[in-house]
């Protein structure tokens, strides 16, 4: 199968007859533990995955930015001498988003006629969005010869889709697409955007991803009200954002932050623990006890945080039941929740047998099929000028 870049290529002749001039990518990505914590200012540990989000583009002679997805099989017009608005609920958004927002820098964007493709699969909590706007804003870099600050550069992308998809997403997606380097994954504070990479290479090690292709329609209005817990709960501990408070305020407060809230609060609280400790233990190579912060991890979204589903649930017992004997060494739900998918981490000679497993005692107990995927961590965002 071509890679994303090499098909975007591809498509854009075939459709404008003419080879595009520049071709820009950027992956999904895998988060491995650190979920819901990065809008409170968090840490977190993702990394890029191999599936990506190109982009091909070629200059027009109008004022229009003329998009075309190869996903949708639809095209979408931006006018760049017109203000830029989003539209209902339409993949053109985070492309649009991402003009608008450059533009509002002082960037004269280009017409430009683009083809998207992309192998990062939507829905499964793999940062497709984030890969999105992260391919456009590298596309923007080279067609006007400018290189922007890369934590700048993953802001507006961030901007972008708070504006016209209307999530109140974190920092964490866009930043890993431009960052990420292969071999390696990215502990992140979200508040400073400092980064530090931890290598993952042992050759003894596959990440596996599995998506229970379900996507509950909760999602959207779930995340948000998440987000809105974390800001009262912040409010009612007096701390700027909850990575500020420690577990033991948490409990104090008790009675202040009621059960919901406390149990919002007290995930946040405990995955940034985890978060650090997981970085230290895989620095060095020490796989049972990562699994098992995954294992916790997945208990706390599911418990205090509530963002978990039935299939993602039904997934990471299947991870446990096969267990350490049979290649597993931890599991847990990946992305927003409510759908998508869960993060492995096996043993290489393990994997496929892994794979299979999981697929088949899915299929078994749900009636659903699954979607496995292994990725090495991948490469961040880049863009270079198409030469036919």
């Not at 027009?60 to 608005?85: C, H, K, N, Q």
């Not at 010869?145 to 972008?160: E, I, N, V, Y």
């Not at 104090?252 to 149990?263: D, N, S, V």
């Not at 991948?378 to 198409?386: C, I, W």
Request: glycine content about 8%; overall charge negative; aromatic content about 6%.
């Amino acid at each position: 199968m071509l890679l994303a870049a090499e098909r975007a290529a591809s498509h854009f002749f075939r459709r404008f007859g003419r080879a595009p001039g520049w071709i820009a990518s950027a992956p999904g990505r895998v988060n491995l533990i650190g979920e819901h914590t990065d809008y409170s200012e968090g840490f977190v540990l993702p990394m890029a995955i191999e599936s990506r989000t190109a982009v091909a583009a070629g200059e027009r002679g109008d004022r229009t930015v003329r998009l075309y997805s190869a996903a949708f099989d639809e095209s979408s017009t931006v006018d760049l001498a017109a203000p830029i608005g989003p539209r209902a609920k339409h993949w053109s958004n985070y492309a649009a988003g991402v003009i608008a927002v450059i533009q509002q820098m002082g960037v004269t964007v280009p017409a430009l006629d683009v083809v998207i493709e992309s192998d990062v699969p939507v829905g499964a909590g793999l940062s497709s969005s984030a890969a999105f706007e992260v391919a456009v804003a590298t596309l923007l870099e080279g067609v006007t010869g400018l290189t922007w600050d890369a934590r700048d550069k993953a802001r507006w992308c961030q901007r972008a889709e708070r504006e016209f998809a209307g999530v109140p997403t974190g920092i964490m997606d866009q930043l890993v697409a431009v960052l990420a380097r292969p071999g390696h994954a990215l502990a992140i504070d979200c508040r400073s955007l400092d980064a530090e990479f931890v290598a993952i290479d042992d050759p003894d090690l596959n990440v596996l991803i599995v998506n229970s292709n379900v996507h509950h329609d909760l999602a959207d209005s779930a995340y948000k009200d998440r987000y809105a817990a974390t800001i009262d709960a912040a409010r009612i501990l007096r701390v700027a954002a909850l990575r500020d408070a420690t577990l033991e305020e948490v409990h104090r407060h008790a009675a202040a932050l009621g059960p919901e809230l406390g149990a919002r609060a007290r995930h946040v609280v405990s995955e940034n623990r985890r978060v650090h400790r997981a970085a230290e233990l895989c620095r060095r190579r020490d796989w049972d006890e990562v699994g098992a912060l995954l294992y916790d991890s997945h208990a706390s979204l599911r418990d205090d945080f509530g963002v978990s589903c039935a299939e993602l649930d039904v997934l990471v017992d299947i991870a446990q039941t096969i267990g350490r004997a049979g290649g597993v060494y931890g599991c847990r739900m990946t992305g927003g929740g409510f759908g998508g998918s869960v993060v492995c981490l096996v043993r290489s000679d393990e994997a496929a047998r892994v794979a299979d497993t999981m697929s088949r005692r899915y299929a078994g107990r749900t009636g659903l099929t699954a979607t496995v995927m292994t990725s090495r961590p991948g490469a961040g965002s880049d863009v270079f000028t198409h030469e036919p």
